[in-house]
Every structure is written in C-alpha cells, then in structure tokens.
C-alpha cells in the first residue's frame, strides 16, 4: 500500500512537470504529425515524377480485393499479437489487475500511432505507459511490460533477418544494391539496442543506479526541491519495478511464449508485400512460393535497414530501400503501384485507425475501471 501511494505521488509529481509546459504535448504531437507529412509529401513527388497518375490508378483499380482483404488482415494478426504480449505479461506480473484484451488492443493502437509519427518510434512506449497509468495501471508494472516488448520485437526482427542473410546470401548479394551498406549499420544499430535492454531487463537494479547517479547530478546543481523526499520516492517506485522484473525474467516458458507472439508478429507484417504483389498480380504470381520467398527476404532486410532513418515512420528510406530491393521482384510498371498498395496496408490505414483509437483512448476515462484497478492495488 505504502509503495503505491508513492508511486501515486511521483506520478503526481511527473504530471505536474508536464503541466508547467502546458500545451507541450499537444505541440510535439502536431509537430509529429507536420513532419511525416512533409515527408511523404517529399517522398512521393520524388516517386512519382516519372510515373503517370492515371496510369497507376488504372492499374490499382484492378487490383484483387481478396488479397488486400488478407494483407489487413495480416496487420490486425500484427496487432493482436501485441496486445497479446501485454496481457500476457501484465497478468503475470500483475495477477491482480488482468488487464482485458480491449484495453491491450487499445494500447497495441496507442503505440501503433504514436511510433509512427515521432522520430525513430520513440513516442509509441511512453504514451502507451501514460494510457494505462490513466487506467490507474503503475508504471513500475508498465515498464518491464514494454521493455520485454521492445526486447523481443528487436530479436524477432533480427532473427528473420538473419535467416535471410545466411539461408539467400546469393540472392541478397544480387539484389541489395545501395542497401547492402546499410544492412551492417542497421544491425548494429539493433544489436546495441537489444543488449542494452536486455542489460536492463535482467539485471533491473542498474535503472536504480541510473536514477542515483541522476539524482545526484541534479541535486549538486540544486535544480530539484526536497531532495530525500523524492529519492524515498524514487526508490520504492524502483522496489516495485526490480520485483516484478526479477520475477518476470525467470519464467523461460513465458519468454518461450512471448517470443513465439513475436514471430508471428513479425512474420505477419513482413508478408505484407507479397499479398501487395498479388493483389495486383505482380512479379512472380505463377510460383506463389518463389514470390513470398523473394518478397518476404526483402521486406526483412528493409525493416532493418530503414531503422537508421529517424523520420516518423521511417518514411524516405523504406520507400526508396523497396524500389531498390523490389525492382527484380516487380516489373517496372507495377512497382510504384506496389509500392503504394504495401503502404496503404501497413502504414496509411492503419495509422488512421490508431488516430481514431488514440483520440478516444484519451477523450474517454474508464472510471469503473481506474476505480476498480485502484482497489486491487490497495489490497495488494
């Protein structure tokens, strides 16, 4: 009871600082939004200079519905399996809570929307933490939630990719062009990442040291008021975090299955372009086979590689990196509208319906439930 009524007030005390800037998240999330726009903007007049509009949309017309009916679909399976991972994970850490499915799928949006217009996806976990911490949901709990997350989602990408690199080096080597340069960066980059979380993940008490160190900082400089109030604060919010943590970690079945959810997650959104490619019966489609290997190979090498750029939704280099590593797969005429129809599923819809679930996630308070989560808490 003790800790969640300090872990209560430094939430208090983050959302009061947030409050000084009042109008500050509002702000960055336009900024987000002005940003991808003008990326995509820039993006497809590059694009599409050299194209006929008409043309394109001739050839998008005809598309076949039933394969863009099971690219969605793929999607939603991307998303369900986030939601599953929460649920999963938070009614393990927190039995008291179980957390339901709505609210998970609603989170898995939150992030959804959130990733993809702030720069290198990095707005998606702490607005999902502040959605579920307005559900009255700790962010002790929520933090080792979406760091498994992140985890897992990093080597389940790493994985696919890497299969690809040892299982089609030759044909990889054929047909990476440019990207092949920054394939190397791009695993770099998710390595150093992964093992920094994992660093976190199994061995918690280092985020206690951090805020040590921090706090300390901040006190030498005196940019913070009662100190010893708030390092108490601090370290029972970190009490909860390194228990749940401790305990989390130890259960191997429950990281089995998490990381199964991940590769079905990531599985899911890397066959987005071949069911593109069907639809508008592109490339290969007399060996179905042959174009899911080719389709699904590349989109794992650009998933990787596109993380470099940190643009909202990682627009620019993923449009650029599948006209280059597509361009064997597709002939040149349905390439661009590939190109569009991969967006349109994985990006562009989608967005829109996690706008919509955002913006009633945060108009919208469950107070039975923030009632009712407050009362678990309380007898914990």
């Not at 307005?134 to 790493?158: C, D, E, G, R």
């Not at 959810?261 to 592109?282: E, G, I, K, S």
């Amino acid at each position: 009871m003790q800790e969640w009524q300090d872990e209560k007030l430094i939430s208090e005390n983050l959302t009061d600082v947030r409050n000084d800037g009042k109008g500050g998240t509002a702000r960055n999330l336009l900024i987000g939004l002005f940003i991808l726009i003008i990326m995509l903007s820039l993006t497809w007049h590059m694009i599409f200079k050299d194209y006929s509009i008409k043309e394109m949309k001739a050839i998008l017309l005809q598309a076949d519905w039933r394969w863009l009916l099971g690219g969605f679909t793929l999607m939603l399976i991307h998303q369900c399996c986030i939601a599953l991972s929460i649920i999963r994970v938070m009614n393990y850490i927190a039995p008291t809570l179980q957390v339901k499915f709505k609210v998970a799928f609603n989170t898995s949006f939150i992030g959804f929307f959130f990733n993809n217009i702030t720069p290198s996806s990095s707005g998606g976990q702490p607005m999902q933490m502040y959605y579920l911490k307005k559900l009255s949901i700790p962010m002790s709990y929520t933090s080792v939630v979406f760091i498994a997350l992140a985890i897992f989602y990093n080597l389940s990408m790493l994985f696919y990719c890497a299969c690809v690199s040892v299982f089609r080096s030759g044909y990889l080597q054929e047909n990476l062009g440019y990207v092949s340069y920054l394939l190397p960066l791009g695993y770099l980059l998710y390595i150093v990442t992964t093992t920094f979380l994992l660093l976190l993940f199994f061995n918690p008490k280092i985020i206690v040291a951090a805020l040590r160190f921090v706090l300390g900082m901040l006190m030498r400089k005196k940019l913070i008021k009662n100190p010893r109030n708030l390092v108490r604060k601090l370290l029972h919010f970190s009490k909860r975090y390194i228990a749940s943590s401790l305990s989390f970690n130890k259960n191997w079945r429950l990281l089995l299955e998490l990381m199964a959810l991940h590769l079905v997650q990531m599985a899911a959104y890397t066959a987005v372009p071949f069911f593109a490619c069907m639809a508008l019966r592109a490339g290969n489609t007399q060996n179905c086979w042959q174009l899911l290997k080719d389709s699904f190979s590349m989109q794992a090498v650009l998933n990787i590689a596109a993380s470099l750029v940190p643009s909202p939704g990682a627009v620019g280099l993923t449009e650029g990196g599948f006209l280059q590593l597509f361009g064997n797969i597709v002939p040149d005429k349905q390439l661009i509208p590939a190109l569009l129809l991969t967006r349109v599923i994985n990006l562009y819809v989608f967005l829109l319906i996690a706008a919509v679930i955002t913006t009633i996630c945060f108009i919208r308070v469950d107070f039975k439930l923030n009632a009712a989560n407050l009362n678990k808490l309380d007898q914990e």
